[in-house]
């Protein structure tokens, strides 16, 4: 059985940071794509980054330079560093990878 878990997710002041965590269980996502999308209350979930086969990486536009995607092969797990979090940024952040999703993680960033 296939599961993408996230992991991360907090209560987090104006400007600080954190790590979100894809792990994969039935999936190996050290050499597959995997995307991370969010979703806030109201709104359509929408695209915040990726990291393809290559490694190579892409981002959002709101992004900013504020965030950074990286592999851990040894724990096949992908990460998604967030720095300078905004109230904007304050969503259910979800990982991807071919067509399965994982559940989600919960980020409040308070003013």
């Known amino acids: 059985q296939v599961q993408l878990v996230e992991s991360g997710g907090d209560l987090v002041q104006f400007g600080g940071s954190l790590r979100l965590s894809c792990i994969g269980f039935?999936?190996?996502?050290?050499?597959?794509?995997v995307a991370w999308h969010r979703q806030a209350p109201g709104k359509q979930r929408e695209f915040v980054a990726g990291i393809d086969s290559s490694n190579r990486r892409n981002f959002a536009d709101f992004v900013k330079g504020r965030f950074t995607v990286s592999r851990d092969y040894a724990k096949n797990t992908v990460y998604l560093q967030m720095n300078s979090l905004e109230s904007d940024d304050t969503a259910t952040y979800y990982c991807?990878?071919?067509?399965?999703w994982g559940r989600g993680t919960q980020v409040t960033v308070s003013s």
């Open positions: 039935g999936i190996n996502v050290k050499t597959t794509p």
């Open positions: 991807s990878s071919r067509q399965y």
